[in-house]
């Protein structure tokens, strides 16, 4: 896939992979949590993190699929560091018991990936009475980043090595609703719609990394926030879109995938943009920007808007009290 693409100003393009981002970067001083890690991009990304020296920590709600993944990279990198937490980002309360059964290891925690999520899910309520999109996708994703920052704070004090939070979005966020975020309308079950949904939550993503940036910036914290689009790359998330079921149906394994291989990316170059925001030099100091392709990108207008990522952050702020 991607046989035309031209590298930007990284010196990467859409048909790099996560090994080619990564390419001679060894830092065994790191370690990582990859939300979403048991399958796809996320797994891509903890293997080669994994190696590239990284103490990777798998924060997983499917526990069979994370240990044949960690087997896999063993198999294939003997010396690798991964570790399996258990995390449903559904539940306000796994989130947080993943969070202080984190914080009491001691490990340091140096870069965070709010990798995990649903695409275009039928109508649900999270465990929370939350709709599950926006739940599973960003506010789960939120209140980690919350419960974890202090440490990661504390790392980047001690080490002295910047510290980096990325999460994972799409261009998926230029389709949503009229208002962008619905506030008010946040369960309105009578007017979901699963596609307008998904650019909620992935808008609410971008808005959150750029919040946060600010925050930080502000304060002083060495410790960058960016948004990655990892590229249409047929993963397991597509699993709940009717669409592309009945396509799969009607056409058959075969023919999905000979036509992916050219419209879409593998998973090995879906997981090249979160790999180079979180390990690339080239990313040091940059933060509130918005990648793809491993090249900072333009977000939509809302995306951009500050008082709209401030008042996404004081809402959030509410629903995790």
Request: proline share 2%.
């Amino acid at each position: 896939m991607w046989p035309f693409s031209s590298n930007g100003a990284s010196g990467f393009s859409s048909s790099s992979t996560a090994e080619e981002v990564t390419h001679q970067i060894d830092d065994t001083r790191l370690t990582a949590i990859v939300t979403g890690a048991s399958s796809g991009i996320g797994a891509e990304t903890a293997r080669v993190l994994a190696l590239r020296g990284v103490h990777v920590i798998m924060g997983v709600i499917d526990l069979i699929g994370a240990r044949n993944v960690k087997d896999a990279i063993l198999k294939e990198i003997p010396t690798a560091k991964v570790d399996i937490m258990e995390l449903d980002l559904s539940s306000m309360a796994s989130v947080r018991e993943f969070a202080s059964n984190f914080n009491s290891t001691g490990l340091p925690l140096n870069i965070l990936i709010n990798n995990a999520g649903i695409f275009a899910a039928p109508f649900s309520l999270s465990k929370d009475n939350i709709e599950l999109q926006f739940a599973i996708n960003y506010l789960g994703h939120f209140l980690l980043t919350n419960q974890l920052l202090d440490t990661m704070k504390k790392t980047t004090r001690e080490s002295k090595i910047q510290g980096r939070i990325v999460n994972v979005a799409s261009t998926g966020h230029q389709l949503t609703y009229r208002e962008g975020i619905r506030f008010d309308k946040i369960n309105d079950q009578s007017s979901y719609n699963s596609l307008l949904a998904y650019g909620q939550s992935k808008l609410a993503n971008i808005l959150h990394a750029n919040e946060l940036a600010r925050r930080l910036k502000e304060e002083e914290i060495n410790i960058i926030a960016n948004s990655v689009h990892p590229g249409a790359t047929m993963t397991n998330i597509y699993i709940n879109n009717r669409l592309i079921t009945v396509i799969h149906n009607m056409l058959g394994r075969y023919i999905i995938d000979l036509v992916g291989r050219f419209f879409m990316k593998s998973v090995h170059q879906g997981a090249a943009t979160t790999c180079y925001v979180a390990l690339h030099p080239q990313v040091s100091g940059i933060s509130g920007e918005y990648f793809v392709d491993s090249n900072i990108a333009k977000a939509s207008p809302p995306a951009t808007d500050m008082d709209l990522a401030k008042k996404l952050w004081d809402f959030s702020m509410n629903l995790i009290m």
